[in-house]
């Protein structure tokens, strides 16, 4: 195991809280079990509570252990191109503080392989928000994440510092029928 993934690991198992690249933007992320890891995630960022956390999992066997999964082929499918987060049902073990207190949960499966071994090593889902303040513009590289953000997060990964982002991923929910609703 390389240091970052150590380092990075060490910090989640100690309630930490972790600055990283993600397949999509730089993040920030926590426990997504714990609500005191989760509570810091909405100081750091000044995030208005009712506003829900996505999570990243490993897989999608992963994603059915804390959420209920129906059809997931089509999940599959729908993510391979262009990175998703789809709504689940019934979340479960997963913080109240990260759900908002909704009988729903947001999970993505990240292509980015340092994300999965973290995510495969802790052995859980980690929360992943953007790495700026709420209301304020998304970074697409680190240099443009506010020293805020940086100083009071445990851990930050820097094997991808030089790393541009692109953009958030689009949200998608299952309908009754089979087919997706675009929430973003």
């Known amino acids: 195991m390389n240091n970052e993934l150590k380092n990075a690991l060490n910090a989640l198992k100690s309630g930490g809280i972790v600055l990283y690249q993600t397949d999509t933007i730089w993040g920030i992320g926590c426990d997504a079990l714990s ?63 990260v759900t908002a207190n909704k009988d729903t949960v947001a999970f993505r499966v990240p292509h980015n392989s340092f994300c999965i071994d973290l995510i495969k090593l802790f052995g859980k889902p980690i929360v992943s928000t953007s790495a700026n303040v709420s209301g304020q513009k998304v970074p697409l590289n680190f240099s443009e994440i506010d020293s805020h953000i940086k100083d009071n997060v445990d851990y930050i990964v820097k094997n991808e510092k030089n790393k541009n982002s692109f953009s958030s991923s689009r949200i998608l929910r299952l309908n009754d029928d089979g087919s997706f609703y675009k929430i973003r």
């Open 35 to 97: 609500d005191v890891a989760a509570q810091k995630i909405f100081k750091i960022k000044k995030r208005d509570k009712s506003k829900a956390l996505i999570c990243l999992a490993s897989s999608f066997e992963m994603i059915k252990k804390y959420a209920l999964v129906k059809e997931v082929d089509n999940f599959i499918e729908v993510s391979k191109q262009t990175p998703t987060t789809f709504i689940f049902d019934n979340p479960k073990k997963i913080s109240n503080y």
